[in-house]
């Protein structure tokens, strides 16, 4: 049974921090390639950042490049979201996501159930 299990998440005020982490289970993580999603209220999911399956390559979204930062624990079966210096529209439900393509292009995807962050004062 797949799992991806988000925690972390909570309240904070405007330039505080936050570390997400996301627990999976169930496949073969170090295979995967691995995200934060984000939604906020009324917003459209969107990317917020990617590693890929042996920690090469990350990217980010502009909204928070230089501010988050993503890793992954192969060991542990562990992705990591640090968010620093957080802002209110940094307010969303943050979701955790699992990717894999095969050879010929079909793609096995996995998410979490989500976890909320709120950033306010």
């Known amino acids: 049974q797949v799992q991806l299990v988000e925690s972390g998440g909570g309240l904070v005020q405007p330039g505080g921090s936050l570390r997400l982490s996301c627990a999976a289970s169930?496949?073969?993580?170090?295979?995967?390639?691995m995200s934060w999603y984000r939604q906020a209220p009324g917003k459209e999911r969107e990317l917020v950042a990617t590693?890929?399956?042996?920690?090469?390559?990350?990217n980010y979204a502009d909204s928070v490049k230089g501010r988050f930062t993503i890793s992954r624990d192969n060991a542990k079966n562990t992705v990591y979201l640090q968010m620093n210096s957080l802002k209110p529209e940094d307010t969303a439900v943050y979701y955790c996501?699992?990717?894999?393509?095969?050879?010929?292009?079909?793609?096995?995807?996995?998410w979490g159930q989500g976890i909320q962050v709120t950033v306010s004062s």
């Open positions: 996501n699992a990717e894999y393509t095969r050879r010929g292009g079909e793609k096995s995807t996995y």
């Open positions: 169930g496949f073969t993580f170090s295979r995967y390639a």
């Open positions: 590693i890929s399956s042996a920690s090469s390559s990350t």
